[in-house]
């Protein structure tokens, strides 16, 4: 045999492994990603990708009543991105938090039925539930009480009442606000839903980022570090504007500056057309901030018809696409 027939052949360069979702590390970090307004850390976001075929991303909501377009649409959007790219989702519906935010009255039956509404408008506006799951907090809680309330006073001990007050802003509550006893709870109870679910990625609204830092500096502890090796990822997503100006965000609490998702076409319009939208403006614009995070983010385009008079008075149509890249 010849020395040309011996000669072992050449090692061929190393191919990325397949993710079960078609897509590459690149384009599931660069998907992911692009949900957050920020992220907590964007190198860990990517470990978390390449070492984790199917990591777990958590979203918990209170059944509080009516549900606006930044709880429907954007959150839908955002769930099928994650799905999309190969994350699990899982909503914790925070019937017991409701309860303690004092949400339906308090009333247990009023929350589980409104939590029901929810999923139900989720289907509705095209959320691809292959890869979500719904978990009642009170039910899972009963399940696993010893686990879930040793974490929660864990989480306690470790932390001063002003720390915990200083997450008072998830309730809607300042830090500075009487609060009944009861809502002290809600800040470490929060975050050990975090740890309990074994939620890899926290995709919340940025109104939850101190809680979720919670959870990171938790693990500062040596102790804890031991049980769950790594921090759990921030990633989130922006508030979508209240339609007043200077409305950081939309409110349930004033129907004319938030547009509910059982909204008929008529009041879509009108709110839209008076809501706060200067000529040349784009800062603080919350009619470009929803083009930006609901359609453009949904469609990756916007289309706008508009009409000019002939002197015959006759409407000529000009119909102009808008693309984002």
């Known amino acids: 045999?010849?020395?040309?027939?011996?000669?072992?052949?050449?090692?061929?360069?190393?191919?990325?492994?397949?993710?079960?979702?078609?897509?590459?590390?690149?384009?599931?970090?660069?998907?992911?990603?692009?949900?957050?307004?920020?992220?907590?850390?964007?190198?860990?976001?990517?470990?978390?990708?390449?070492k984790h075929p199917c990591p777990i991303a958590y979203d918990g909501f209170?059944?509080?009543?009516?549900?606006?377009?930044?709880?429907?649409?954007?959150?839908?959007?955002?769930?099928?991105?994650?799905?999309?790219?190969?994350?699990?989702?899982?909503?914790?519906?925070?019937?017991?938090?409701?309860?303690?935010?004092?949400?339906?009255?308090?009333?247990?039956?009023?929350?589980?039925?409104?939590?029901e509404y929810m999923i139900e408008v989720w289907k509705a506006a095209g959320m691809d539930l292959t890869n979500v799951e719904f978990k009642?907090?009170?039910?899972?809680?009963?399940?696993?009480?010893?686990?879930?309330?040793?974490?929660?006073?864990?989480?306690?001990?470790?932390?001063s009442i002003g720390r915990i007050?200083?997450?008072?802003?998830?309730?809607?509550?300042?830090?500075?606000?009487?609060?009944?006893?009861?809502?002290?709870?809600?800040?470490?109870?929060?975050?050990?839903?975090?740890?309990?679910?074994?939620?890899?990625?926290?995709?919340?609204?940025?109104?939850?980022?101190?809680?979720n830092m919670l959870a990171r500096e938790y693990l500062d502890n040596k102790d804890v570090r031991k049980k769950y090796r790594f921090k759990p990822v921030i990633l989130s997503h922006p508030m979508l504007m209240g339609l007043k100006q200077g409305q950081a965000k939309m409110s349930k609490s004033d129907p004319n500056s938030a547009i509910f998702m059982e909204d008929e076409p008529h009041a879509v319009k009108k709110k839209i057309n008076g809501a706060y939208c200067p000529p040349g403006i784009a800062q603080n614009n919350p009619v470009l901030d929803y083009c930006k995070n609901i359609i453009f983010n949904r469609n990756g385009k916007m289309t706008i018809y508009t009409h000019t008079y002939t002197y015959t008075h006759i409407y000529i149509y000009i119909h102009i696409n808008i693309y984002i890249y």
């Open 1 to 50: 045999m010849s020395a040309e027939q011996t000669k072992p052949e050449a090692a061929k360069p190393s191919e990325e492994k397949k993710h079960p979702s078609g897509m590459t590390l690149d384009e599931r970090f660069k998907l992911v990603r692009s949900i957050g307004a920020e992220c907590i850390q964007e190198a860990e976001l990517r470990a978390l990708l390449d």
């Open 62 to 115: 209170e059944p509080s009543g009516r549900m606006h377009i930044a709880q429907g649409i954007l959150k839908a959007i955002n769930v099928n991105k994650l799905t999309k790219s190969g994350v699990k989702f899982v909503f914790w519906v925070a019937d017991w938090f409701a309860m303690l935010n004092n949400k339906m009255g308090g009333d247990l039956k009023k929350i589980r039925k409104v939590g």
């Open 136 to 159: 009642w907090a009170a039910e899972e809680i009963n399940k696993k009480p010893n686990e879930y309330w040793t974490l929660v006073m864990d989480i306690s001990r470790r932390n």
């Open 165 to 211: 007050k200083r997450c008072a802003t998830i309730m809607g509550r300042g830090e500075g606000d009487e609060m009944p006893a009861a809502q002290i709870l809600y800040p470490a109870m929060q975050c050990a839903d975090i740890f309990f679910l074994k939620a890899n990625i926290c995709q919340l609204g940025m109104d939850q980022r101190k809680v």
